[in-house]
T-cell receptor, first 113, second 117 residues
Framework: KAGVTQTPRYLIKTRGQQVTLSCSPISGHRSVSWYQQTPGQGLQFLFEYFSETQRNKGNFPGRFSGRQFSNSRSEMNVSTLELGDSALYLC????????????FGPGTRLTVT | AQTVTQSQPEMSVQEAETVTLSCTYDTSESDYYLFWYKQPPSRQMILVIRQEAYKQQNATENRFSVNFQKAAKSFSLKISDSQLGDTAMYFCAFMKHSGGGADGLTFGKGTHLIIQP
């Protein structure tokens, strides 16, 4: 089975711009979660989508949003980028059946200049 | 809100030795899951082991095992016969089990484990 894929792997943007990151979960997984990893704050949960609906949300400003499509692929959008948004953004897909194991993609490294 | 604490920022052991990484957590929840993840220099997060809070038996996966003490809110990871490929950041993570499915993972700050040849 193919793992979680994320595109692009690297991205450089300028302050004030917006960015969209994409995540394709493992086949059969319907839940997709997003995390931000920075040296200062560590790993923080952004949100989780299941069947095209946001079910859970972390403590991030409204500039961070996401969506999920009918094929379970998910996108994350950050508007009005700030320097502090520079981070590794990780996507994870969760197993079905109640084991709640999350399998991560390789991440998208976003640099805001 | 949950918190996860990893008190050892860095550890270094010789190859083939056994090492134990510590993790404590704070929660008022009774139904939850605990995980250990490994993040090597490639930055790929890899699930190492999982423990359900309602299970008293400690989880084991090959050379990896946990010591889960629910009353003490402690969840340590033991790596036996350590190998050079075990060098990585190790994160302890907590997930509340809610009626709405999988909640987000709450991570500790991580322990950088170095296996010396």
């Amino acid at each position: 089975k193919a793992g979680v894929t994320q595109t692009p792997r690297y991205l450089i943007k300028t302050r004030g711009q917006q960015v969209t990151l994409s995540c394709s979960p493992i086949s059969g997984h319907r839940s997709v979660s997003w995390y931000q990893q920075t040296p200062g704050q560590g790993l923080q949960f952004l949100f989780e989508y299941f069947s095209e609906t946001q079910r859970n949300k972390g403590n991030f400003p409204g500039r961070f949003s996401g969506r999920q499509f009918s094929n379970s692929r998910s996108e994350m959008n950050v508007s009005t980028l700030e320097l502090g948004d520079s981070a590794l953004y990780l996507c994870a897909s969760t197993t079905s059946g109640g084991s709640y194991e999350q399998y991560f993609g390789p991440g998208t490294r976003l640099t805001v200049t | 809100a949950q918190t996860v604490t990893q008190s050892q920022p860095e550890m270094s052991v010789q190859e083939a030795e056994t090492v134990t990484l510590s993790c404590t957590y704070d929660t008022s929840e009774s139904d939850y899951y605990l995980f250990w993840y490994k993040q090597p220099p490639s930055r790929q997060m890899i699930l190492v082991i999982r423990q359900e809070a309602y299970k008293q038996q400690n989880a084991t996966e090959n050379r990896f095992s946990v010591n889960f003490q629910k009353a003490a809110k402690s969840f340590s990871l033991k790596i036996s016969d350590s190998q050079l490929g075990d060098t990585a950041m190790y994160f302890c993570a907590f997930m509340k089990h809610s009626g709405g499915g999988a909640d987000g993972l709450t991570f500790g700050k991580g322990t950088h484990l170095i296996i010396q040849p």
